[in-house]
């Protein structure tokens, strides 16, 4: 009836029988694949994970813009240089999509952030590494963006609307951040030897840590198995991974660029690439915010929500007002 039985370590799901009238009639409305929209009635744990992955898929874009905003005034090109504001804004854009969607589940803004500083919330493992040059950008929007529309298209039919809805939207401007930074990774690649080494240098910093943005495996996936039950996943981790590196290592090839693993060999039989064993100790390490950049990152979110405040608390104060005036005219 599921999707497919996912081996996970995280909490066993409930077959129908073990259900609730109303959560098997939740799971009927999921398995005909019908949209669960904010005032349907809901199990807590299906509105907690979507809170959670929902709220860090926020958190992510938005801090993802911090690597790329470091580059905007060292563009090489005036053109780069409006390619990658744009780019950052689009993030900006697709954080606020997701927050908006997160609140129809009852969270706050304020409380989303505040999990975040607090280090309750997560948001991408990828954005912890730093950018060192332009050939970077060019890494991140091929790769980073790669994996991000390997993992969000599938999100585009998630049972949850708003999300589901948001995703849509995102998925398209998706497709020009990959393809704006393969074409930087392309246009390094035939220049000189220095440009070709600085595009290879980014490949072998951001490859790995890229693979890891899907999560961890299948078999140490908390979620994946609850998750894909009420198709808020469509599929596994390890699904995902396999086919972005499908995807991906043509290209590299075809732009002479060479994937830093020595395992990575074609597969005929599975139709696919074998390839190398990730270092899980070092995402876990960067989980727990030992990654080269943790503390810098989460160290400007802090500032900017501090810096904030005054204008929060005028928009507030605004809002007050003005509701204040429309009562007083009733
Ligand atoms: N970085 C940080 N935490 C990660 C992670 C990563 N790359 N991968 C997994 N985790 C965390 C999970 O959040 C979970 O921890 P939690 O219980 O404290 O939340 C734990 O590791 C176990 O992982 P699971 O596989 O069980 O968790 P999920 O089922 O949530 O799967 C996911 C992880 C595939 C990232 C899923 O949450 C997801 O699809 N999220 C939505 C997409 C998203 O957030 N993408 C991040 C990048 S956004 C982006 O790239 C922006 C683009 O514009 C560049």
Request: charged share 30%; with cysteine.
């Amino acid at each position: 009836m599921y999707a497919q039985e996912v081996k996970s370590t995280g909490e066993a799901v409930k077959s129908l029988k073990e259900m609730s009238p109303e959560e098997r009639a939740f799971q009927e409305k999921i398995d005909a694949g019908v949209k669960i929209e904010p005032k349907d009635w809901m199990p807590e744990g299906y509105r907690k994970t979507l809170i959670r992955q929902i709220s860090q898929h926020a958190h992510s874009e938005i801090v993802g813009e911090l690597p790329e905003g470091n580059w905007i005034t060292r563009a090489p090109t005036l053109e780069r240089k409006a390619i990658l504001l744009a780019k950052v804004q689009d993030e900006a854009g697709h954080g606020l999509y997701l927050y908006c969607a997160a609140e129809t589940l009852g969270v706050s803004r304020d409380e989303m952030t505040e999990q975040l500083l607090s280090g309750k919330a997560k948001y991408s493992s990828i954005f912890n590494y730093p950018t060192l040059t332009w050939a970077d950008i060019g890494a991140i929007g091929w790769l980073v963006d790669g994996a991000a529309i390997m993992n969000q298209v599938p999100l585009q039919r998630c049972s949850y609307g708003p999300y589901s809805r948001a995703m849509i939207r995102i998925c398209k401007e998706e497709s020009f951040h990959q393809r704006q930074g393969y074409a930087i990774m392309m246009q390094l690649m035939k220049g000189d030897a220095a440009q070709r080494e600085m595009a290879q240098d980014a490949l072998n910093r951001w490859w790995w840590p890229s693979l890891m943005m899907f999560g961890p495996s299948d078999a140490d996936s908390v979620h994946s198995a609850q998750s894909m039950a009420w198709k808020i996943k469509q599929n596994t981790n390890d699904e995902l991974r396999q086919k972005f590196v499908d995807q991906t290592v043509p290209q590299a090839e075809f732009i002479g660029l060479k994937i830093p693993d020595p395992d990575l060999k074609w597969n005929e039989e599975k139709g696919g690439y074998d390839f190398g064993e990730i270092d899980w100790n070092e995402f876990h390490e960067v989980l727990k915010g030992n990654g080269p950049c943790n503390k810098e990152r989460m160290e400007a979110r802090r500032k900017a929500w501090n810096d904030g405040a005054w204008f929060r608390d005028g928009l507030m104060a605004h809002a007050k007002k003005r509701a204040a005036k429309k009562i007083a005219a009733e």
